[in-house]
């Protein structure tokens, strides 16, 4: 128990990275007060926040970066803030019921390409503004390890509209306080927003959820491209150019989703490629873990359960997990359930798992494992290969909707994450939110998140392995497997579902991280005007 109030005190004096220097200070730091029971209490002047995004849940949904501008955007409008999203249109968020007006004038950008603007309001009351990109820009940015020309000229088109909206916002005298930028897909709003010529320029922050993923392009590749912006010197990042780089520069702050994520920011040999850029500059790394969303990932309220559930009363958790027992074709019997819910992909850990089959095969539980249509078809080949056979106690499925998501998670005992690289911990939360205790690989975002059980249960809150390899994840649910039997294993899923993993804190600390880096861009504005 010592290490949760260790890691529970360190939320409101959090170590934050500046420029390769460790800074005492966090975003609660500066809270003008506490309330009840030590709740925190923001007082603080109304904020025009935009929101830029190239997904958004539930309409267009690849990573986790659609919920959590969905989340932030509901919690800063509930916090009193005026909240807008901004994205490229599609035609997603009509399918998804959002009604959508044209505005009669379009936006202008600088090379004289007219952009087409929607008005509509998200479910939370947030605006949302939709771009109608120009013929030959890619309206759904994906996110990938290397972006191809198109992708690269569509964040470039992007970024100009922004620049243009926002400009447009201060001529009508509703200038933006802040601009919050979701990975390399939005970083070149950054560059474009510094190189607008109105002195309105709001404060720019990034948050990164992956630091490997910086964008590279060749430059012979984007010479040909209609747009000086992707010409730009902050692009430069050795022989090739850098999207995300653009983005690191430009920022008054950068949010990562854990500590350990700030540290491979700044270890180039974990693939913090950008360290000697963050070396020289101003911005502040803060890290800011994410939540889940409560109205969705309910157990007492969500109608594609068999039974309701919650942390006083775990028992009608069974009605469930025999339901999907059933639907899968796994035996009805008393042994744990563990879910593995993929990807089966190399980042998330497809092939620990495949590695790990016989050993976990060998212990006694029913075994489900999901595996998603874009999953290599190598991995799910040898995956089929050694569960031939078994079909009593262990089912793979290809998952197929949320509502599957939610009834598996509440199904589970446990739930396997052995994914080297956690971009968010919305995944996690969501299964500790439903009682499947967690065993994962101290990946970044997991060591963070999930404290180690005793072997007394008396603390922790999930089983970890070290090593990123089948025999070790095979070892690390034997432990879980052993704690299920013990008369403490009630206590530790009722500590796991107490936990608060809402948005609402999360939200807070951005609302702070932004505080700072208005008063940040207001003195340095001050410290020019000066000289």
């Known amino acids: 128990m010592k290490r949760l109030k260790v890691r529970a005190a360190g939320t409101r004096r959090r170590v934050a990275q500046l420029g390769g220097r460790r800074v005492k200070g966090s975003p609660l730091a500066d809270c003008s007060e506490e309330g009840p029971a030590g709740s925190v209490v923001v007082r603080a002047a109304t904020m025009e926040i935009l929101l830029v995004a190239t997904e958004l849940s539930p309409f267009i949904s690849s990573t986790d970066t659609a919920e959590e501008i969905f989340a932030l955007a509901r919690t800063f409008k509930?916090?009193?803030?005026?909240?807008?999203?901004?994205?490229?249109?599609?035609n997603a968020f009509e399918r998804g019921g959002v009604a959508v007006a044209r505005r009669l004038t379009p936006l202008t950008v600088p090379d004289g390409r007219v952009i087409t603007v929607f008005d509509a309001q998200l479910s939370s009351g947030a605006k949302l503004v939709l771009l109608g990109m120009p013929v030959g820009a890619d309206g759904r940015l994906i996110s990938a390890d290397v972006p191809d020309e198109a992708a690269v000229q569509a964040a470039a088109t992007f970024a100009r509209a922004i620049a243009a909206f926002v400009d447009q916002r201060a001529e009508l005298g509703q200038p933006v306080d802040v601009v919050h930028l979701f990975n390399w897909t939005a970083a070149l709003v950054g560059l474009a927003l510094r190189h607008s010529p109105k002195s309105t320029t709001p404060s720019i922050v990034l948050s990164v959820h992956?630091?490997?993923?910086?964008?590279?392009?060749?430059?012979n590749r984007v010479v040909g491209m209609d747009d000086a912006l992707l010409l730009d010197a902050t692009l430069e990042f050795g022989a090739q150019l850098s999207l995300l780089k653009a983005g690191v520069v430009a920022a008054d702050a950068i949010v990562v989703p854990s500590e350990s994520h700030a540290d491979l920011w700044a270890d180039t040999n974990s693939g913090g490629e950008l360290a000697p850029v963050l070396?020289?500059?101003r911005s502040e790394i803060v890290?800011?873990?994410?939540?889940?969303?409560?109205?969705?990932?309910?157990?007492?309220?969500n109608p594609s359960l068999a039974a309701r559930y919650d942390a006083e009363d775990c028992s009608a958790k069974l009605v469930t997990k025999v339901a999907v027992q059933r639907e899968v074709g796994l035996s009805l019997d008393e042994r744990p359930l563990v879910l593995i819910p993929g990807p089966m992909t190399a980042d998330a850990g497809g092939d620990i798992v495949v590695e790990a089959l016989n050993a976990l095969l060998e212990q006694p539980l029913s075994l489900l494992i999901w595996s998603t249509p874009s999953d290599p078809p190598s991995l799910i080949g040898e995956l089929e290969r050694r569960i031939a056979g078994r079909a009593t106690n262990v089912a793979h499925r290809i998952i197929k909707n949320e509502d599957e998501i939610h009834r598996g998670l509440a199904a589970a005992d446990f739930v396997v994450y052995p994914f080297r690289n956690v971009a968010g911990q919305g995944r996690f939360l969501a299964a500790q939110r439903y009682g499947a205790v967690v065993v994962g690989l101290t990946s970044p975002g997991v060591r963070d998140a999930i404290v180690d059980c005793d072997a007394?249960?008396?603390?922790g809150t999930g089983f970890l392995f070290d090593e990123p390899n089948g025999l070790a994840l095979a070892g690390a649910v034997a432990r879980a497997l052993a704690a299920f039997h013990q008369p403490n294993f009630t206590k530790l899923r009722r500590r796991v579902m107490r936990q608060d993993c809402s948005w609402e804190r999360p939200a807070r600390r951005m609302l702070q991280i932004y505080k700072r880096a208005r008063t940040g861009k207001q003195r340095e504005s001050t410290f020019e005007t000066s000289v």
């Open 279 to 281: 070396a020289g500059r």
């Open 287 to 301: 890290a800011v873990p994410g939540g889940v969303d409560y109205a969705r990932v309910n157990p007492v309220t």
């Open 210 to 219: 992956d630091a490997r993923k910086v964008a590279k392009i060749e430059r």
């Open 78 to 90: 509930q916090l009193g803030h005026e909240v807008t999203v901004i994205a490229p249109f599609d």
């Open 456 to 459: 007394e249960l008396l603390s």
